[in-house]
């Protein structure tokens, strides 16, 4: 069975600082995706970054960044120069690649504050 | 813009009265999910398609059902919604299953 886990159920940030969401998680696959997605208080989820894991390469988006540690099952996502906009949940997610389940396997996710 | 779309945004049912939520797009995915999600949860999954194929979470209620005529829309049926089904159900959609899943922007489900 796969895990994801979100250990800060919350965090703040000043505006312009940098901030660092915390995701583990564990699979027995070898091949998989990661995925952060933002969900805005209200307003529709978003996929903010997504990586593979057979790249070793992390992926970036603009001021959106993530720490890939395989061996180490660890996911972390950094925003910098944080906007009062990023303000949302943010949802760490695994998928395994093959197979004909469907699901997303969700952390319970991290709220994030930005402040001014 | 290619998008993911849900109506209505806003449903009040009462116990017991059947509704159906709908969820279309023009992102042309062969996969379609259905999550349900309350509040201050993670979504969880309730069935998708994998192009014609229905594909049942094995802890989804039989009240809950769904249909896809085509490829752009999906519906959710709930047979005879109870206060537990209140929640915010969001659609989804994927090219292939183990790709990004692109979101609507959720139906919020009041039961009375």
């Known amino acids: 069975a796969q895990t994801v886990t979100q250990s800060q159920p919350e965090m703040s940030v000043q505006e312009a600082e940098t901030v660092t969401l915390s995701c583990t998680y564990d699979t027995s696959e070898n091949n998989y995706y990661l995925f952060w997605y933002k969900q805005p208080p209200s307003r529709q989820m978003i996929l903010v970054i997504r990586?593979?894991?057979?790249?070793?390469q992390n992926a970036t988006e603009n001021r959106f960044s993530v720490n890939f540690q395989k061996a180490a099952k660890s996911f972390s996502l950094k925003i910098s120069d944080s906007q009062l906009g990023d303000t949302a949940m943010y949802f760490c997610?695994?998928?395994?690649?093959?197979?004909?389940?469907?699901?997303?396997?969700f952390g319970k996710g991290t709220k994030l504050s930005v402040k001014p | 813009d290619a998008m993911v779309i849900q109506n209505p945004r806003y449903q009040v049912t009462q116990f017991g009265k059947p509704v159906t939520l709908s969820c279309s797009q023009t992102?042309?995915?062969?996969?379609m999910y259905w999550y349900q999600q309350k509040s201050s949860q993670a979504p969880k999954l309730l069935f998708h398609y994998y192009d014609k194929d229905f594909n049942n979470e094995a802890d989804t209620p039989d009240n809950f059902q769904s249909r896809r005529p085509n490829t752009s829309f999906c519906f959710l049926d709930i047979r005879s919604p109870g206060l537990g089904d209140a929640a915010m159900y969001l659609c989804?959609?994927?090219?292939?299953?183990?790709?990004?899943?692109?979101f609507g922007p959720g139906t919020r489900l009041t039961v009375t």
């Open positions: 997610a695994l998928r395994i690649y093959g197979g004909s389940q469907g699901n997303l396997i």
């Open positions: 990586q593979e894991a057979y790249k070793q």
């Open positions: 992102l042309n995915h062969n996969v």
């Open positions: 989804a959609t994927s090219r292939d299953r183990p790709r990004e899943q692109y």
